[in-house]
């Protein structure tokens, strides 16, 4: 797998569904998919194959301890380093993402924590809802939703 590909990275995942869901869109799409512990589950449950389905075993998995040692090992410029909140000042349409892309999403309960968004405000973007009854969108949706996005010209848009 080439190095200039978007990588979906996931914060301190909590639901196993939705981590399984989103490694099969990795699959789908060729990407590597990063995660950021501690989890809110075990990676060998059941729940996270069966939402993956047979396709778990083919996620380019790689899994850090902290965001300090995914930043200290990958090294990723600012500039490629695209972060998902439901408070985002730009909307996830906004950027002109790049193939070396690292887009990143939050746990489902709580998002991202303060200290990596930190400085990082014109980096955060968000998914627009027009309907202010809703909190948020499912986490699976919205990393879905996002890459295929950033990948638009890639897959032919």
Request: with cysteine; net charge negative.
């Amino acid at each position: 797998m080439s190095e200039l590909r978007m990588k979906m990275v996931l914060v301190t995942p909590e639901i196993p569904y939705n981590t399984g869901a989103i490694g099969r869109t990795c699959v789908a799409l060729d990407l590597e998919l990063i995660l950021i512990k501690p989890y809110g589950f075990s990676l060998d449950e059941k729940s996270v194959r069966r939402a993956g389905t047979d396709y778990w075993k083919h996620v380019n998995l790689t899994e850090y301890d902290s965001w300090q040692s995914f930043l200290g090992d990958r090294k990723p410029s600012r500039d490629d380093l695209y972060f998902f909140e439901e408070h985002g000042a730009q909307t996830f349409y906004t950027p002109d993402y790049q193939q070396n892309s690292y887009l990143v999403f939050g746990c489902e309960s709580a998002g991202l924590p303060p200290a990596i968004l930190d400085g990082m405000n014109d980096r955060v973007f968000n998914l627009p809802m027009l309907d202010t009854r809703v909190r948020s969108l499912n986490l699976a949706n919205v990393a879905t939703a996002v890459v295929y996005q950033a990948m638009r010209t890639q897959l032919g848009g």
